[in-house]
T-cell receptor, first 109, second 113 residues
Framework: RKEVEQDPGPFNVPEGATVAFNCTYS??????FFWYRQDCRKEPKLLMS???SGNEDGRFTAQLNRASQYISLLIRDSKLSDSATYLC??????????FGTGTRLKVLA | GAGVSQSPRYKVAKRGQDVALRCDPI?????LFWYQQALGQGPEFLTY????????KSGLPSDRFFAERPEGSVSTLKIQRTQQEDSAVYLC???????????FGDGTRLSIL
């Protein structure tokens, strides 16, 4: 079993739709959680950190469920420009970051 | 520039050649990471530096891979006697310190013929 697992997708959704991704992790001692966005042939870019109480940034909402060991990302009112791969990242040590394989999102006009 | 800079952007080498990939982190960032990303996969950890100290090299696939950061700033990832399976994107990331979000460079796309 991989340490961090994501559904690879693709998730094809129409513009304006709400879409949610989940990511599960196996190490219960994991300390920090992040969502990164990666466009085709580009570098990963930090989308948002994920806090225990959940956090929101505009149309994006991230949640952490430590008991079930998963994090989620909700995107409301999807835009064409949201099309990308979304990487779940879990920090398991001071500097050890484990990346999921990513979930591909395609927002369709 | 303000971001992480990597060079070259693309590298094509023949099997058996040595290659060197450079990373210039964000100024003042203590932590520096190297990752390998295969097509359709997430980045896989290779090695970590805190300033000039290489604290973890457990992700390096073989002893053909070597990384250094002699002055605690610029880092070089060297691959000796390249093999076809070394073809991938090599990403460098830096952060202010342990636990802080990482900022990535554009990566070096390495193709071994």
């Amino acid at each position: 079993r991989k340490e961090v697992e994501q559904d690879p997708g693709p998730f094809n959704v129409p513009e304006g739709a709400t879409v949610a991704f989940n990511c599960t992790y196996s190490n219960s001692a994991s300390q920090s959680f992040f969502w990164y966005r990666q466009d085709c042939r580009k570098e990963p870019k930090l989308l948002m950190s994920v806090y225990s109480s959940g956090n929101e940034d505009g149309r994006f909402t991230a949640q952490l469920n430590r008991a079930s060991q998963y994090i989620s990302l909700l995107i409301r009112d999807s835009k064409l420009s949201d099309s990308a791969t979304y990487l779940c990242v879990v920090r398991t040590g001071t500097y050890k970051y484990i990346f999921g394989t990513g979930t591909r999102l395609k927002v369709l006009a | 520039g303000a971001g992480v800079s990597q060079s070259p952007r693309y590298k094509v080498a023949k099997r058996g050649q040595d290659v060197a990939l450079r990373c210039d982190p964000i100024s003042g960032h203590v932590s520096l990471f190297w990752y390998q990303q295969a097509l359709g996969q997430g980045p896989e950890f290779l090695t970590y530096f805190q300033n000039e100290a290489q604290l973890d090299k457990s992700g390096l696939p073989s002893d053909r891979f070597f990384a250094e950061r002699p002055e605690g700033s610029v880092s070089t990832l060297k691959i000796q006697r390249t093999q076809q399976e070394d073809s991938a994107v090599y990403l460098c990331a830096s952060s202010l310190g342990g636990g802080q979000p990482q900022h990535f460079g554009d990566g070096t796309r390495l193709s071994i013929l």
